[in-house]
Nanobody, 118 residues
């Protein structure tokens, strides 16, 4: 089991930048993949970015503007958001896929609100 706590959201103007953080605790060594989803009002949750030990994946909708990284201890995950647009307004959730025997279990944080507006 892992626990995830996001921070760093807030109100930002179009064109601005924000950095989201996600502190991970628990069975970090059992994490297969981790990343960020977002959910805008009235829309389904969508993947923004994923990171594994081998590579990273950035969704087309944010490619070239968002990057994902984590610290060397792998206990803090970041989402660097640049050139923000109003359509980036959403609740951003970090997640972790944890290997549990033959299964993979997904854990979620509670989310952090990002609002892009003038």
């Amino acid at each position: 089991q892992v626990q995830l706590v996001e921070s760093g959201g807030g109100l930002e103007r179009p064109g601005g930048s924000l950095k989201l953080s996600c502190v991970v605790s628990g069975s970090i060594s059992s994490i297969k993949a981790t990343g960020w989803y977002r959910q805008a009002p009235g829309k389904e949750r969508e993947l923004a970015a994923t990171i594994t030990s081998d590579n990273t994946h950035i969704a087309d909708s944010v490619k070239g503007r968002f990057t994902i990284s984590r610290n060397s201890a792998k206990d803090t995950l970041y989402l660097h958001m640049n050139s923000l647009k109003p359509e980036d307004t959403a609740v951003y959730y970090c997640y972790a896929d944890v290997i549990d025997g033959f299964y993979v279990t997904r854990s979620w944080g509670r989310g952090t609100q990002v609002t892009v507006s003038t």
